[in-house]
């Protein structure tokens, strides 16, 4: 490579001319400000250092080496704090680098997210990847940019306002002095905090964001090469079991391990508190060991749980914390209401039911404890452990590593912290702990059963005039470190002497979690919006998916149908005429077009029905019209949704989101149910917690409104909420009869029908 040194360069090496970027964006044809100049640098002018406000996530974590890394190949390191959970974030933001730095897709790496090296961007949840992470990568790859163009300028004597990069090559206008990133990659530090002093490129010189690449993480997990935590192999690996209690009020009375430990293959036996476990040499000798423990437990058992019949009753009956989460002061005038309607609507608990139960491996060495783990939040997992063992948090490094997908909080941090215990008890050998199908669907953490009861006053003509809601539910955040508790279900086994707290809430800057789409996106003149957080926590409940918007949106848009029919309505137009955001208008509009809304009662036993939000009132619109068919069962035809996420990173990647979450809303609305009697939890495989099949998933349509002006929104938990609305409204079209209470199984119906 020439010395980047000498004034002029004649030709670029073969390498950099294939790279370059396609005709026009040169420096010509960008903005003005997208050039170089004596620092601080901008992409359009120069700007004084904050002049642009640094995203929440790099204010945070300032540095830029902690985000980005030039290597002397050309190749760029991307660091991020999210996680890969198969939401394809990874793709989307190498998209928006490779944009900023103006270098090929290929020539970014995206590092799994690692406490140790990578910004802490807190927890991938709530949709907030593209929205957050995004847009702290776009600031940090536009200050590197800027950078690596002032050396260029500085080392060459460019003209500043005529310098352009393409492919990693920095050259002059006329092309004949050149110089590249892996060139100056030595010379420019980036060891220094962001400052504003560079803005990230405008809309139309994106040539990568708003088009469909291919997915980075896509090709290992197709062809099935290793990926996954549960392929992961460390030299000297150990593998871990652990004996749960036979039910969640159980507590360990009496155990002999002795005959446990002369087990062939067992390296090491532990009792802590009521925590058991094994380690052994391999799976089998741990699986033998595992049995052998279990039958030498001796268990105190009583029954904690409530009637899963009547979960309704036992929500409204506890003991709660209430707040207002929403309360307006009707501007219509009272005697304008001449009806009142009400109805109420549950859902019950639910699991995550990820494909591959969770996994998480450990090795203890030299004063460092190291953990491998799937966890949401790798740097809220580091805490809590140091916090449940008291222990330094800097000397445990927490690596991400994928599983199968799990939107909210499974037992990936459970399972990390059963293999830190574990491999406590062998110092300098890694452990690994894999739950059980059983495992993971009694244990982890479940999505909280939720009632709403709603009531609205309507005028003559069938508006809304006021509007009340309240809802119940335990809290859905029990994440590492919530309310000051380690949340970690080892950790509260060993320690009983510790009560575990209630599960808490998001607070409603973060979109709340009981509460979350429970206040109405209409013109309602007076709205009412109270919630209620159970304090009795039978079941442990966490995050799952879209937290409490799935029952809310479900509750609302299932009652805004049942107004629409006692005003002799369609519930389309009775919608629009209480809809006044235009972009609502636009997604609801749409999908009445896309999901063929004019067939509506055309053919016998098929039903159509709507389902809107946007979520969290601030994030994506999204409007789904289902089709059903509903004779001898129900069976979902297709799902129209139609979708708003503002600028769109990646077409494919949006799409790819909606239909995933339309498909595991359609699960829940019709299938799965947590199952337990008064003392354990009994739909522990896939037969007794049945998920929608693959001959039963529908066909899906997204249409994209893509609005390039408006700033990027997430679309991971969009659709959970609008689907279930539309499709027990389109059950209800077809039969005329309502389930209000999840999952609409043929049982209901039936009762429904003969009642």
């Known amino acids: 490579m020439p010395d980047p040194k000498?004034?002029?360069?004649t030709a670029g090496p073969a390498a950099h001319q294939a790279g370059a970027e396609p005709a026009g964006h040169q420096a010509g044809a960008e903005p003005a400000g997208h050039q170089a100049g004596a620092e601080p640098v901008d992409d359009r002018t120069a700007v004084p250092p904050s002049a642009v406000p640094l995203p929440p996530g790099l204010l945070a974590n300032p540095r830029l080496d902690r985000w980005v890394e030039i290597h002397r190949d050309g190749g760029v390191t991307l660091r991020i704090g999210k996680v890969e959970l198969g939401q394809g974030i990874l793709t989307a933001l190498a998209q928006i680098a490779a944009?900023?730095?103006?270098?090929?897709?290929?020539?970014?790496?995206?590092?799994?997210?690692?406490?140790?090296?990578?910004?802490?961007?807190?927890?991938?949840?709530?949709?907030?990847?593209?929205?957050?992470?995004?847009?702290?990568?776009?600031?940090?790859?536009?200050?590197?940019?800027?950078?690596?163009?002032?050396?260029?300028?500085?080392?060459?004597?460019?003209?500043?306002?005529?310098?352009?990069?393409?492919?990693?090559?920095?050259?002059?206008?006329?092309?004949?002095?050149?110089?590249?990133?892996?060139?100056?990659?030595?010379?420019?530090?980036?060891d220094r905090d962001a400052n504003g002093s560079a803005r990230p490129k405008a809309v139309g010189a994106a040539r990568l964001v708003g088009t469909s690449v291919p997915r980075l993480d896509l090709p290992d997990k197709v062809t099935g090469r290793p990926r996954f935590i549960q392929d992961l192999v460390l030299p000297d690996q150990l593998v871990g079991r652990v004996v749960r209690p036979p039910s969640p009020g159980a507590t360990l009375s009496t155990v002999d391990t002795a005959a446990v430990r002369v087990l062939p293959g067992v390296v090491a036996v532990l009792r802590d508190g009521d925590f058991l476990g094994v380690v052994a040499e391999d799976e089998p000798s741990a699986e033998r060991a595992a049995r052998g423990l279990t039958d030498a437990a001796r268990w105190h058992e009583e029954p904690t749980l409530p009637d899963e019949d009547d979960l309704p009753r036992f929500l409204r009956s506890s003991p709660v914390e209430s707040f207002v989460a929403a309360e307006s002061t009707p501007t219509a005038p009272a005697d304008r209401v001449v009806r009142r309607l009400r109805a109420s609507y549950s859902r019950p608990y639910l699991a995550h039911?990820?494909?591959?139960?969770?996994?998480?491996?450990?090795?203890?060495?030299?004063?460092?404890?190291?953990?491998?783990?799937?966890?949401?939040?790798?740097?809220?997992?580091?805490?809590?452990?140091?916090?449940a063992l008291d222990l330094d948090p800097e000397r445990?490094?927490?690596?991400?590593?994928?599983?199968?997908?799990?939107?909210?909080?499974?037992?990936?941090?459970?399972?990390?912290?059963?293999?830190?215990?574990?491999?406590?008890?062998?110092?300098?050998?890694?452990?690994?702990?894999?739950?059980?199908?059983?495992?993971?669907?009694?244990?982890?953490?479940?999505?909280?059963?939720?009632?709403?009861?709603?009531?609205?006053?309507?005028?003559?003509?069938?508006?809304?005039?006021?509007?009340?809601?309240?809802?119940?539910?335990?809290g859905h955040v029990a994440r590492p470190g919530y309310a000051g508790s380690p949340g970690l279900l080892g950790a509260a086994h060993r320690d009983r002497s510790r009560p575990v707290p209630p599960a808490a809430d998001p607070p409603p800057e973060a979109g709340g979690g009981i509460t979350r789409n429970a206040r109405p996106g209409y013109t309602f003149p007076g709205v009412r919006v109270h919630g209620h957080r159970v304090l009795r926590t039978p079941l442990r409940s966490s995050s799952l998916r879209s937290l409490g918007a799935f029952t809310n949106v479900f509750a609302i848009e299932s009652f805004m149908d049942e107004l629409a029919l006692s005003a002799g309505v369609d519930p389309v137009e009775y919608r629009l005429a209480q809809l006044a955001d235009p972009r609502a208008r636009a997604v609801v509009t749409a999908a009445a077009r896309s999901g063929r809304w004019a067939r509506r009662g055309t053919e016998e036993g098929v039903g159509y029905g709507l389902g809107f939000a946007r979520y969290k009132d601030r994030g994506a619109y999204c409007a789904v019209v289902a089709?059903?068919?509903?004779?001898?069962?129900?069976?979902?035809?297709?799902?129209?949704?139609?979708?708003?996420?503002?600028?769109?990173?990646?077409?494919?990647?949006?799409?790819?989101?909606?239909?995933?979450?339309?498909?595991?809303?359609?699960?829940?609305?019709?299938r799965e149910r947590v199952r337990f009697d008064r003392w354990r939890v009994t739909s522990t495989d896939w037969e007794s917690y049945p998920i929608l099949r693959f001959t039963e998933v529908p066909e899906v349509d997204v249409e994209l409104l893509d609005r390039p002006d408006e700033p990027s929104v997430g679309a991971g938990e969009a659709a959970q909420g609008p689907t279930a609305a539309a499709i027990a409204n389109a059950v209800a079209d077809a039969l005329s009869v309502r389930v209000r209470d999840l999952p609409i199984t043929t049982e209901r119906i039936r009762a429904e029908l003969e009642g």
């Open 6 to 9: 000498r004034a002029h360069h």
């Open 99 to 190: 944009d900023e730095l103006d270098v090929d897709l290929a020539a970014v790496r995206v590092a799994a997210a690692n406490t140790a090296d990578g910004p802490d961007e807190g927890l991938t949840a709530g949709s907030r990847s593209v929205a957050d992470s995004g847009a702290a990568v776009a600031q940090v790859c536009a200050e590197v940019r800027a950078r690596f163009l002032a050396e260029a300028v500085r080392a060459l004597a460019l003209d500043p306002q005529t310098v352009r990069v393409a492919g990693g090559v920095i050259t002059d206008a006329a092309g004949d002095r050149w110089t590249s990133y892996a060139e100056l990659a030595d010379r420019v530090s980036l």
């Open 353 to 387: 039911a990820s494909v591959a139960p969770s996994c998480g491996v450990a090795r203890w060495e030299e004063g460092t404890l190291r953990v491998w783990s799937h966890s949401q939040g790798i740097h809220r997992l580091r805490d809590a452990v140091a916090a």
């Open 396 to 474: 445990i490094v927490v690596q991400h590593v994928e599983s199968a997908g799990s939107y909210g909080h499974n037992a990936a941090d459970d399972a990390a912290f059963d293999a830190v215990l574990l491999a406590r008890a062998v110092p300098g050998r890694p452990v690994r702990v894999c739950w059980s199908r059983r495992d993971e669907l009694s244990w982890a953490p479940f999505g909280p059963a939720m009632v709403a009861d709603v009531e609205a006053g309507v005028d003559a003509d069938g508006t809304v005039v006021s509007w009340s809601y309240d809802v119940w539910s335990q």
């Open 627 to 670: 089709e059903v068919v509903a004779v001898h069962e129900v069976r979902i035809r297709r799902l129209a949704v139609v979708v708003d996420v503002g600028r769109v990173v990646n077409p494919d990647g949006v799409r790819n989101q909606i239909e995933g979450g339309a498909v595991q809303a359609a699960s829940w609305t019709l």
